[in-house]
């Protein structure tokens, strides 16, 4: 094997800097300080090449659902790509696997949500949707349906159709984006955003910023409003009670497709199958990726209505698709992926025990003296670092910096736990025990208890 596993990690890190580029990295200070080198992993815990345990508070990224390490879904692999290592569906074509994960994503998905479109992951799934429903409103004859609303700090994805759904300010600094037609309206970040107004009222009122968009552009103008029903990578803004139901109201009574982006909402992490079961909302499109294949292999899918697929189906070609959409081995991964997450009830048994016990236990680090709000919906939770709690202030540094030093302080503490901007965010494999829920607080509280005396030393408990 070529696969450098024998090296060490300081040999290891000089070629990751030579020839590697990183995702959302700053190159210079990554080749300066030199990467973290993971080697391995079981369960929640990884390993990284010094043989040091870290508890992957991540699931990677969001999506290794049902943990690391099961055997069947590299026997699912192996066995695929020796009977059929590749073959594409464009051409008339189908497989077996493509065909059972299709049928098993019909099941699974609420509604008539019946129709699959495949791709590699989340960003090539929402490409798919924002061609496809402005090809869906055009075959309808409404081609000037065309315009799709999305949210400020939303994220779906890094491809320049995607990442121009997404509302990432910093990404819409590189490159030209958004691409035209797409347009954005706030968050509903109640702690960060919502001023004197309660929790419900402010839900309310960022719903119907959606309303007020679709007078805006006109109604017999607009194809869709898109939305994580909890945004993930905007650091877990759970929306207030209020926000959901008014959205999908306002999507009804002014016949505006709903895509609820379930890439990571999707299979468990809210304690459903799918978000949108927990918030009880009807989308007419779902995207999902990540937890599809629990990481194990790319893969992502666009699952749409009977009534977007028929409309479609009878527009003659869609003149899109993607070489591997509908992989075989993607697909006899994801499968097996699904059946465990059915067969050993995951999603049940989390939902029963230890999202109850994370989501007391989440609560509580409310108390500490840095933390100013905390919310979780299912295992996906996130916390706000503030100066002041009473005022809901933000620190003077510039945003993230104090994030960033509380992530490192996890890091050392053998932690995975995310930073967004000043905001700390977990999203635990779905498998993770009441044990390891008591190791990860155990090391999140040392880790705020280190950031804030730090903190304390270099005169930063300030507000903005
Ligand atoms: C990660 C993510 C995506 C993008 O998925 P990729 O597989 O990275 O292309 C899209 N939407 C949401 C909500 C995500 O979290």
């Not at 049940?348 to 109850?356: G, L, R, V």
Request: proline fraction near 5%; glycine fraction near 10%; charged fraction near 20%.
């Amino acid at each position: 094997m070529t696969i450098l596993h024998n090296l060490p990690t300081q040999d290891l890190q000089a070629l990751d800097a030579a020839h590697h580029m990183h995702p959302f990295t700053d190159g210079a200070e990554l080749a300066a300080k030199g990467a973290r080198v993971i080697t391995r992993a079981k369960g929640v815990m990884l390993q990284d090449s010094e043989g040091v345990d870290i508890l992957d508070g991540m699931a990677g990224l969001w999506c290794v659902n049902i943990g690391y390490g099961r055997e069947e879904l590299a026997n699912a692999a192996h066995a695929q790509m020796q009977q059929l290592p590749y073959y594409n569906t464009f051409f008339q074509t189908s497989h077996p696997p493509v065909i059972a994960l299709s049928q098993k994503l019909a099941e699974l998905a609420p509604g008539d949500l019946n129709h699959v479109f495949y791709a590699s992951g989340g960003s090539e799934a929402n490409d798919t949707n924002l061609r496809l429903v402005r090809h869906y409103w055009a075959t309808k004859g409404k081609p000037d349906k065309k315009v799709i609303i999305a949210r400020k700090n939303g994220y779906h994805g890094s491809t320049v159709g995607a990442a121009s759904l997404g509302g990432m300010s910093g990404m819409h600094a590189q490159g030209g984006l958004p691409i035209p037609d797409i347009v954005h309206i706030d968050q509903p970040y109640w702690w960060g955003e919502g001023g004197d107004m309660s929790p419900e009222e402010f839900g309310l009122a960022r719903a119907r910023q959606l309303e007020a968009m679709i007078h805006e552009v006109g109604p017999d103008n607009v194809a869709a409003f898109i939305a994580e029903p909890v945004q993930g990578a905007g650091g877990v803004i759970v929306a207030p009670d209020t926000y959901w139901p008014e959205i999908q109201r306002i999507c009804d009574d002014y016949d505006i497709l709903l895509i609820a982006d379930e890439v990571i909402t999707g299979f468990g992490r809210t304690g459903n199958w799918f978000g949108s079961q927990t918030y009880d909302i009807r989308p007419d499109i779902i995207t999902t990726a990540k937890g599809l294949s629990s990481g194990y292999m790319p893969i992502g899918a666009s699952i749409l209505s009977d009534e977007v697929a028929q409309v479609i189906d009878h527009g003659g070609d869609f003149n899109h698709g993607y070489t591997y959409s509908g992989h075989p081995v993607a697909c006899a991964v994801a499968l097996e992926n699904l059946r465990i997450l059915q067969e050993e009830q995951i999603i049940e048994k989390a939902a029963a025990d230890t999202i109850p016990y994370l989501t007391e236990k989440w609560a509580q680090l409310a108390d500490h003296p840095l933390v100013g709000e905390t919310v979780n919906k299912g295992l996906m939770a996130g916390l706000a670092l503030t100066p002041d709690k009473a005022a809901r202030a933000k620190f003077a540094s510039d945003p993230g910096t104090v994030g960033f030093r509380c992530r490192e302080r996890c890091f050392a503490n053998g932690l995975i736990m995310r930073h967004v901007g000043d905001r700390m965010i977990i999203a635990p494999p779905l498998i993770i025990s009441r044990d390891e829920i008591d190791t990860l607080f155990e090391r999140a509280v040392q880790s705020l208890d280190e950031t804030l005396s730090g903190l304390k030393t270099d005169g930063m408990m300030v507000a903005a």
